[in-house]
């Protein structure tokens, strides 16, 4: 089997597996996974991805929009960009309509200490945000103003982003924190890699979405400048990142690898990282793809932590692993840039892929 044949039936098993996933309606997990198997089919051709993709969301939104009453606060875990995606691509009312009420619901969430919480409806959590709030919210909203040439979504993805970024960033490391608690002003205690991971997601999907002349997008393209250079230095020596990324006594986590190689490789071919780009974010791309490479079973299965609550370092160390599609989406989108760009076959030519 030649190289290309080997990385495009990598690629498939990969896909195979995330498709074989029970979603449920709705969690993080599952947005990420749905975008990369939306990626998928349109860089293969292959309609089976996009149709599986299809069939959870639509009638999904037929349902919610059938009920005639406000989306409830749980919903706001449902994938909006993926909503507004296959708008835009079959001009189907129905998403947009979707998209709308989901808009409504994110404008409707109560603040605490001048952030939007999720759960106001959970005693425990009713005053707790996440860090991967950021990868859906954010980016969802500046997509909607986009899609719909209406700057008050965009406003509120700028306040939205403005204000997470605000309480969990970690300025001493550069890093984001897990969670944050608005009633008692106090970050969790650990700079989670995959949260980091979700945290460089929603800043580059929500810059992408913003005009170039915004001072917000100024501010988050530093932030996320600096965050990915904190991240190239805490790289562990096999490619991958540990689960705290500031603790080299925790275990790997190839989650944090998928979003990290993805994350990155999409801000460079957008233009994001022009100020850091060079042969040090490179060998780090290439080191991490090696990694997962290494990390993927033959049938596409990459191992990863279990959905995390926040907690304290024990939480993450001893979080069982899976198969799950907050793994299985960020390593399709890294194998589909890196394919995409050639880099495959330059890391192939230098010996960088061992797998």
């Given at each position: 089997?030649?190289?290309?044949?080997?990385?495009?039936?990598?690629?498939?098993?990969?896909?195979?597996?995330?498709?074989?996933?029970?979603?449920?309606?709705?969690?993080?997990?599952?947005?990420?996974?749905?975008?990369?198997?939306?990626?998928?089919?349109?860089?293969?051709?292959?309609?089976?991805?996009?149709?599986?993709?299809?069939?959870?969301?639509?009638?999904?939104?037929?349902?919610?929009?059938?009920?005639?009453?406000?989306?409830?606060?749980?919903?706001?875990?449902?994938?909006?960009?993926?909503?507004?995606?296959?708008?835009?691509?079959?001009?189907?009312?129905?998403?947009?309509?979707?998209?709308?009420?989901?808009?409504?619901?994110?404008?409707?969430?109560?603040?605490?200490?001048?952030?939007?919480?999720?759960?106001?409806?959970?005693?425990?959590?009713?005053?707790?945000?996440?860090?991967?709030?950021?990868?859906?919210?954010?980016?969802?909203?500046?997509?909607?103003?986009?899609?719909?040439?209406?700057?008050?979504?965009?406003?509120?993805?700028?306040?939205?982003?403005?204000?997470?970024?605000?309480?969990?960033?970690?300025?001493?490391?550069?890093?984001?924190?897990?969670?944050?608690?608005?009633?008692?002003?106090?970050?969790?205690?650990?700079?989670?890699?995959?949260?980091?991971?979700?945290?460089?997601?929603?800043?580059?999907?929500?810059?992408?979405?913003?005009?170039?002349?915004?001072?917000?997008?100024?501010?988050?393209?530093?932030?996320?400048?600096?965050?990915?250079?904190?991240?190239?230095?805490?790289?562990?020596?096999?490619?991958?990142?540990?689960?705290?990324?500031?603790?080299?006594?925790?275990?790997?986590?190839?989650?944090?690898a998928a979003f990290f190689a993805s994350g990155v490789s999409k801000a460079l071919r957008l233009g994001l990282l022009d100020a850091i780009a060079g042969s040090e974010l490179d060998l780090m791309l290439?080191?991490?793809?090696?990694?997962?490479?290494?990390?993927?079973?033959?049938?596409?299965?990459?191992?990863?932590?279990?959905?995390?609550?926040?907690?304290?370092?024990?939480?993450?160390?001893?979080?069982?692993?899976?198969?799950?599609?907050?793994?299985?989406?960020?390593?399709?989108?890294?194998?589909?840039?890196?394919?995409?760009?050639?880099?495959?076959?330059?890391?192939?030519?230098?010996?960088?892929?061992?797998?």
């Amino acid at each position: 089997m030649t190289d290309e044949r080997r990385y495009a039936a990598i690629m498939r098993a990969v896909t195979e597996r995330a498709m074989a996933y029970e979603f449920k309606v709705w969690g993080f997990g599952e947005d990420i996974c749905l975008r990369a198997l939306l990626e998928f089919s349109r860089h293969t051709g292959d309609v089976r991805a996009a149709e599986i993709v299809v069939g959870l969301v639509r009638p999904w939104c037929v349902a919610r929009l059938g009920t005639k009453t406000h989306f409830p606060y749980a919903d706001h875990v449902a994938p909006g960009v993926v909503i507004l995606d296959l708008h835009e691509t079959t001009g189907d009312e129905v998403y947009l309509a979707a998209a709308l009420e989901l808009g409504e619901l994110h404008r409707s969430f109560p603040e605490v200490g001048g952030v939007a919480v999720h759960r106001p409806d959970l005693k425990g959590l009713n005053n707790q945000i996440w860090v991967d709030c950021m990868a859906l919210d954010a980016p969802f909203l500046a997509r909607l103003a986009r899609v719909t040439a209406d700057e008050a979504w965009r406003d509120l993805a700028i306040t939205n982003v403005s204000s997470y970024t605000s309480v969990l960033h970690d300025p001493a490391t550069d890093l984001f924190r897990h969670g944050f608690d608005a009633r008692t002003r106090t970050q969790s205690d650990c700079n989670w890699a995959r949260g980091n991971g979700w945290a460089m997601h929603g800043l580059i999907d929500t810059i992408a979405e913003l005009p170039a002349s915004l001072a917000a997008r100024a501010h988050l393209t530093t932030l996320l400048e600096r965050q990915v250079s904190a991240v190239l230095r805490r790289q562990a020596t096999r490619g991958a990142w540990h689960t705290v990324l500031d603790d080299f006594e925790t275990p790997l986590e190839y989650s944090a690898a998928a979003f990290f190689a993805s994350g990155v490789s999409k801000a460079l071919r957008l233009g994001l990282l022009d100020a850091i780009a060079g042969s040090e974010l490179d060998l780090m791309l290439e080191r991490a793809v090696t990694a997962l490479l290494t990390a993927t079973s033959d049938d596409g299965s990459l191992p990863i932590s279990f959905a995390t609550p926040v907690g304290t370092r024990d939480t993450y160390v001893n979080a069982p692993l899976g198969v799950f599609p907050w793994g299985q989406g960020p390593l399709l989108l890294t194998l589909i840039e890196a394919q995409a760009s050639g880099s495959l076959g330059a890391r192939r030519r230098t010996g960088g892929i061992t797998a």
